[in-house]
């Protein structure tokens, strides 16, 4: 276990406002999966973190035994697992995921939408 | 006669029958037709009034296996409970 690479991890997930974990960046998706659940977080408008998974196959080890979710990609507000592709995906059809936004981020959560990409690895 | 996607299915529908043996509904498609790129849709009175997420979490357990040995490289997951809860009373 890496146990720094671990609390990095966990920092990200519970700080950032909406933190993507995925296979790739916004601007170079790998993965059909994670393209789908950055789609619903954009059409949401939430202000996405995104972290690229594929570096170091220990970041995805350690977030899978953090948060129990064996899948990729696993989308978190405010610390909250909220599911993977398929469950964002439901959510923003159904209208619940603004509504968690709005509740986890207050209504103008829109005002700070911005896309940016974080790494949890340490600098060489 | 088993087509390449019923035999990929089988196995998953098994251990899913398992898990939820008292499902209204289960089905396992081969989304690719290549036999690791599954769609499974479940609805089972064992998920009324646990969350989304709590819900996946049991359909990854009854598939933790084929999971690890890497049977399933992608897995599409539907679920719901049975009971009704939009605009009645529960």
Same mark, same amino acid.
């Given at each position: 276990m890496n146990e720094d690479l671990r609390e990095r991890i966990k920092t990200v997930i519970d700080t950032e406002p909406v933190s993507?974990?995925? *296979? /790739?960046?916004?601007t170079f998706v790998m993965c059909g999966n994670s =393209?789908? &659940?950055?789609q619903a977080l954009r059409g949401a408008g939430a202000p996405v973190t995104a972290v690229d998974i594929l570096p170091d196959p220990e970041i995805r080890q350690e977030l899978s035994s953090l948060s129990g979710w064996p899948t990729i990609p696993q989308v978190f507000i *405010? /610390?909250?697992?909220?599911?993977?592709?398929?469950?964002?995906? =439901?959510? &923003?059809?159904?209208?619940?995921l603004e509504r968690k936004l709005s509740d986890a981020l207050g209504e103008d959560y829109r005002g700070a939408a911005e896309e940016r990409v974080v790494s949890v690895l340490v600098p060489a | 006669m088993a087509t390449m996607g019923t035999m990929a299915t089988e196995p998953l529908e098994i251990l899913l029958k398992e898990a939820f043996p008292d499902a209204d509904e289960l089905r396992v498609e081969d989304r690719t037709g290549g036999g690791d790129h599954f769609h499974v849709t479940v609805a089972s009175p064992r998920f009324d009034g646990l969350s989304l997420v709590d819900q996946h979490r049991l359909v990854y357990a009854a598939l933790e296996r084929p999971l690890a040995d890497g049977t399933i490289h992608e897995l599409r997951i539907k679920t719901r409970g049975v009971r009704r809860t939009k605009g009645g009373t529960t």
């Open positions: 993507l974990f995925m *296979k /790739g960046t916004p =393209e789908r &659940a950055l *405010k /610390g909250e697992l909220i599911g993977g592709a398929d469950i964002v995906q =439901e959510l &923003a059809a159904n209208g619940e | -």
